[in-house]
């Protein structure tokens, strides 16, 4: 089956950079997907890495590397708007639907 | 308008109640599906469909059933509610002609008493 790994809690100030890992175990890995949940709000799609390296959007940028089954999100220039919940999430080959991890939530404080 | 709504938004309900959460999509994706969302356990697949005639079982599906009505419509119904079914659902669309994104509807918050 699939399983990911990811820290429950991340607090950081505003204007910080902060980074938060995911560790995933799969069969057939296809891509490593990342989300942003407000409280009380839907998840909304950040990033998508398949392949090994970085993805830069914004003040948001992802990293994959595929032999070490791991990927960050890193947040740069945090605003308080940050503050949320963000999920890795994998797709394998052989399932064609998405394994999502339990969540980190990020607090931003001023 | 919402590209993905659901419908209703809140629900009370009697355990052993039958229950039915719609979910309707006008961005023309082909694929749809069905999470449910406890604390601390993130978004675990109830159910997903590529296509109208494509019905696919997630990692939770058992007390759970679906619809595929058309390619706009996927519902999902509680054949007799349980207390352990309270829960926030989601439905989520994407295309698979398209990116790898998954979008969410608004969320049917559920509670059996």
């Known amino acids: 089956g699939q399983s990911l790994e990811q820290p429950s809690e991340v607090t950081a100030v505003e204007g910080a950079i902060v980074q938060i890992n995911c560790t995933y175990q799969?069969?057939?890995?296809?891509?490593l997907s990342w989300y942003q949940q407000h409280d009380g709000g839907a998840p909304t799609f950040l990033s998508y890495?398949?392949?090994?390296g970085l993805e830069e959007t914004g003040r948001f940028s992802s990293f994959l590397s595929r032999s070490d089954s791991y990927g960050y999100l890193l947040l740069q220039e945090l605003q308080m708007k940050d503050s949320a919940s963000y999920f890795c999430a994998v797709r394998n080959t052989g399932r064609r639907a998405l394994t999502f991890g339990s969540g980190t939530r990020l607090q931003v404080q001023p | 308008d919402a590209d993905v709504t659901q419908t209703p938004r809140n629900r009370i309900t009697k355990t052993g109640k039958r229950i039915m959460l719609e979910c309707s999509q006008t961005k023309g994706h082909d694929r749809m599906y069905w999470y449910r969302q406890d604390p601390g356990l993130g978004l675990r697949l109830i159910y997903y469909?590529?296509?109208?005639?494509?019905?696919n079982k997630g990692e939770i599906s058992d007390g759970y059933s679906v619809s595929r009505q058309a390619q706009a419509k996927f519902s999902l119904s509680l054949e007799s509610a349980i207390p352990n079914q309270t829960a926030l659902y989601f439905c989520?669309?994407?295309?698979?002609?398209?990116?790898?994104?998954?979008?969410f509807g608004p969320g049917t918050r559920l509670t059996v008493l």
């Open positions: 890495n398949a392949l090994d």
């Open positions: 989520a669309t994407s295309d698979s002609r398209g990116s790898h994104e998954q979008f």
């Open positions: 469909s590529f296509d109208v005639k494509d019905i």
């Open positions: 799969t069969s057939g890995f296809y891509g």
